[in-house]
Each structure stands twice: as C-alpha cells, then as structure tokens.
C-alpha cells in the first residue's frame, strides 16, 4: 500500500514557523472570529424579531430547526476560528521562549 519510491514534496518545502508568522495568524484568525460573531448575532436578532407566521406545526417545526442550524453554523464557525486564534498565539509565546532560552553557539 506505501510505496517507498514515492516522495512526499510537502515536506521537503515547509517553512518552519516563527512568532511573527504565528502572530499574524492569530490577528487574522481572531478577526474573523469577531466577524463571524458580529454576523451570528446579527442572524440572531433578525431570526428573534421575525416570528415565523403559520398555522401548520410543521411548518413551525422545519422552520425553527432551520433557523436553529443557522445560527449554530454560524457559531460552529466563529468558535473554531477563536480557538484557532487562541492556538496560534500561544505557539508564538512557546516559539519566543524557545528563542529566549537557547543558549548561543557564538
């Protein structure tokens, strides 16, 4: 099943990280994050101020389960960005450490 020919060119071409690349991610993952809460409350509020209008229950009942989708998508989304940006700016602290704390060869 493995065959021993094959290379892998991913791992010949990675750039190790540094803080600064690792910091840079956070920012962005982090605003993202923000971006896409904004939008879940936003969704939220519109979905609360817009009763859905029916006398079929299962009208009511499709339609709360969409809405409910929605909004967890949305907050599904905004959590794993939080977390992704709360990742990478701990590897940047562990990274700046490691650099703090190397002895020098020189």
Known sequence: MSDPKIIQPE?????PPTPLRCITGSVFSGGLGYAMYSLMISIATTFATKPIHSDNPM???IGSA???LVVGVVALGSGIFGIVAIGLLALAMQ???QQ????KNS
């Open 59 to 61: 009208v009511v009942n």
């Open 11 to 15: 791992a010949e071409n990675q750039v």
């Open 95 to 97: 990274l700046l450490l």
């Open 100 to 103: 703090l704390t190397k002895p």
């Open 66 to 68: 969409v809405r409910t």
